[in-house]
């Protein structure tokens, strides 16, 4: 602090002495107006003005942006003031001491009147002129007319562009300080073009200026000459015509530099880069134009009377540039994508290596152990592609994308072994016997080959695991025999889809809500959130998801959700009116060859669950009391009745009352949690029904 503080005097007398010499220098320019000036002093005057508009062209030249060179306008009036400045001081040289010759005035006018007018000052008349009409009528009125455009266009879009801020700082794309700079630089952009208009005026007044100077001098200095000097009227008109002309020269080439550094500032407009990269990059961006020119030029090159080298050389260069640039662009565009990519990767890298990534749970997780890693890495391709079905499968029989599944390896895990994992929980494992194939065998018979017994890890049942060279003979023997791979992936679907009510998130829920169209879109807008909430809306999604109810039809779920929701607010009773809505599909799903295969409750048990429903004085339910016997003895008697089915083959749901199914599924899905449970209302008219008995 006391290194800042000791600094602090310093910095504050050089800021100060710069001030002071500024002023001292304006003060300067001021006095030349008034005071007489040696031809000395007036040379360095003129090599000053001279180095300041070739500097004040070569920042304009090199700048990116217009708002770079934002002191321009001042820059501009204290550059005109010194040349008005020294016009005046010169002028009263060459009035004064004309008839001394030449270099009466400096040996700058005077080397500037011998370097162009060569002795005959017509010619310096015509230089002069042809420099005057440049500047006035092509340069300076070109400029000025841009400034205008500018700065009218620059006013009038201020309000829109604030706009757009205060937009993205309310939807939070930026910060409060970002908003900040955005609106200074505004500010910044409207006084610069506004500005640069007035500034315009500065160029046009400087060239009237010279040319009134240059007649003055001209008049004056002839008629001064022959009046008091005595000088004869050809020699004073010879002596004081090349002065006024070289001192034109000398002043209008400085404006002239200066004329253009304005045009090229104004001119640049929103484009960015320095003016090599705004002009040259954009004409030679497009080979088939360079092309083009390049065979007008070589036409030319040929036709008699033309002179061959000028437009062969031409030709040649921009045929060259032409075949050069894609190239040159290509390479330029493979060097960004790495560098890009690196980045990426190392953003990546330093992600997966930050405590916040392990903080992270991946919703989908398939963690191989390192054998069973090792194998499955030789077939990455394949693996990655069956997944990719999978989960497009997924998405066309449940109407959601379920996440992304993570493959990883782990120390952890026995070699052969594999875990998935829900949201980093761990719900299924299993081992494989690499090198083997298995065999479903179930109760019935098994194959007369040696192996060993198991289980299928997807839907338990008895299996037996074969070695891979008996691949034909079981083929021959007529079993079917499974990969390993496909064994994982079968056990994977199976365990995305029991937990499907846990993959579909809000983010998920959002996502589908946003593809609905428009009218659909009004009527969410209608009941969400003043009738069901977002979340108790994902909590439907969820119910129906559980019972394996897809959700693909979601502009019918959501009119049975208008349907109910202003009577009901619970997601149980609103989940039960959209399953009838929607019992068409639902028993478009489970139906197997064209018939609906149902297994009843019985009469015993409809009555001991009707029986067991507590009810308000409102008729709503408001608790499940089913002794606890009842619940086992229940359970005993559907275990018996569903497995005899099971075992035959059948593919059916249970059936049970409406105000019952939700507590008959309860029970049910811990013993059988794969198997529908419908209620009378939610089959559909016109479909076929096969009856298989009853649970009693």
Not at 501 to 516: E, F, I, P
Not at 520 to 549: H, M, N, T, W
Not at 645 to 652: A, N, Q, T
Request: hydrophobic letters at 50%; charged letters at 20%.
């Amino acid at each position: 602090m006391a290194g800042v503080a000791a600094g602090a005097p310093g910095l504050t007398e050089r800021k100060g002495s710069r001030d002071v010499a500024f002023a001292a220098g304006i003060i300067a320019i001021l006095a030349i107006f008034f005071l007489p000036i040696p031809a000395f002093c007036i040379d360095i005057g003129l090599a000053f003005s001279i180095a300041l508009s070739v500097l004040i062209l070569m920042v304009a030249l090199w700048i990116q942006r217009p708002l770079d060179f934002s002191s321009f306008p001042t820059v501009l009036l204290v550059a005109t003031l010194l040349r008005l400045s020294l016009n005046i001081a010169t002028t009263r040289l060459i009035l004064s001491n004309g008839p001394e010759g030449t270099n009466a005035a400096g040996y700058i006018i005077g080397g500037f009147a011998k370097l162009v007018m060569g002795g005959d000052f017509v010619i310096g008349l015509i230089v002069f002129a042809i420099l005057i009409t440049v500047n006035f009528v092509v340069i300076t009125k070109g400029a000025t007319r841009i400034a205008e455009v500018g700065a009218r266009f620059t006013l009038d879009a201020i309000p829109g562009k604030q706009m757009a801020i205060d937009a993205d700082l309310h939807a939070g794309v930026i910060d409060e300080k970002e908003a900040q700079t955005r609106r200074r630089e505004l500010e910044e952009e409207s006084s610069f073009f506004g500005s640069m208009d007035g500034a315009s005026k500065f160029v046009r007044g400087d060239a009237i200026a010279g040319l009134i100077i240059l007649a003055v001098n001209i008049f004056g200095g002839i008629v001064i000459g022959a009046t008091r000097h005595n000088m004869p009227l050809a020699q004073a008109t010879d002596v004081f015509t090349k002065l006024s002309v070289g001192d034109g020269l000398v002043s209008q080439i400085p404006s002239l530099i200066v004329s253009l550094a304005a045009g090229l500032l104004v001119s640049k407009g929103g484009t960015r880069g320095s003016a090599e990269q705004a002009v040259l990059g954009q004409l030679v961006k497009y080979p088939k134009a360079l092309f083009v020119a390049a065979l007008l030029l070589l036409g030319l090159a040929i036709v008699p009377g033309l002179p061959f080298f000028p437009f062969a050389l031409f030709g040649a260069i921009l045929g060259f540039v032409g075949y050069a640039v894609p190239a040159r662009l290509a390479r330029e565009q493979a060097e960004q994508q790495a560098r890009a990519a690196a980045v990426e990767l190392q953003a990546q890298k330093e992600a997966k290596e930050s405590v916040k990534e392990s903080l992270k749970s991946v919703e989908i997780e398939l963690c191989l152990g390192k054998q069973l890693s090792s194998k499955l890495l030789l077939a990455q391709g394949e693996l990655t592609h069956r997944v990719t079905k999978m989960r497009r499968k997924f998405a066309q029989q449940y109407g959601f994308v379920v996440p992304d599944i993570k493959v990883t390896d782990s120390l952890s895990v026995p070699a052969k072994s594999y875990q998935i994992k829900i949201h980093g929980a761990v719900v299924a494992s299993h081992e494989l016997n690499l090198g083997h194939l298995l065999v479903v065998t179930g109760d019935g018979r098994k194959p007369d080959l040696p192996g060993e017994e198991g289980r299928e890890p997807a839907f338990g049942m008895k299996a037996m695991w074969i070695s891979d060279a008996y691949a034909n003979e079981l083929k021959r023997l007529g079993f079917r025999a499974v990969d390993s791979m496909s064994v994982l992936l079968t056990h994977l679907s199976a365990v995305i889809r029991n937990n499907l009510a846990q993959l579909l998130s809000y983010k998920d829920m959002r996502v589908l809500l946003d593809r609905l169209g428009p009218e659909y879109k009004r009527l969410l807008d209608d009941i969400c959130p003043s009738q069901i909430s977002y979340s108790g809306l994902q909590a439907v999604l969820k119910l129906l998801l559980a019972e394996r109810v897809s959700i693909r039809n979601l502009h019918l779920i959501l009119e049975a959700v208008a349907e109910i929701a202003p009577h009901v607010r619970r997601a149980e009773q609103v989940t039960e009116h959209v399953r009838m809505r929607i019992a068409q599909q639902i028993c478009g799903d489970l139906i197997d060859d064209g018939v609906l295969k149902v297994l009843r409750l019985g009469s015993r048990w409809d009555l001991a669950f009707h029986q067991s429903l507590k009810r308000d004085v409102k008729g709503d339910i408001i608790e499940f009391d089913l002794d606890p016997t009842m619940v086992e003895q229940f359970g005993v008697d559907a275990s018996k009745a569903i497995r005899e089915r099971m075992d035959k083959g059948h593919s059916f749901v249970l059936v049970t009352t409406p105000e019952a199914r939700p507590y008959v599924r309860m029970v049910v899905e811990r013993l059988f949690a794969t198997l529908p449970v419908l209620s009378h209302l939610e089959i559909a008219r016109g479909v076929e029904i096969q009856s298989l008995g009853a649970i009693s």
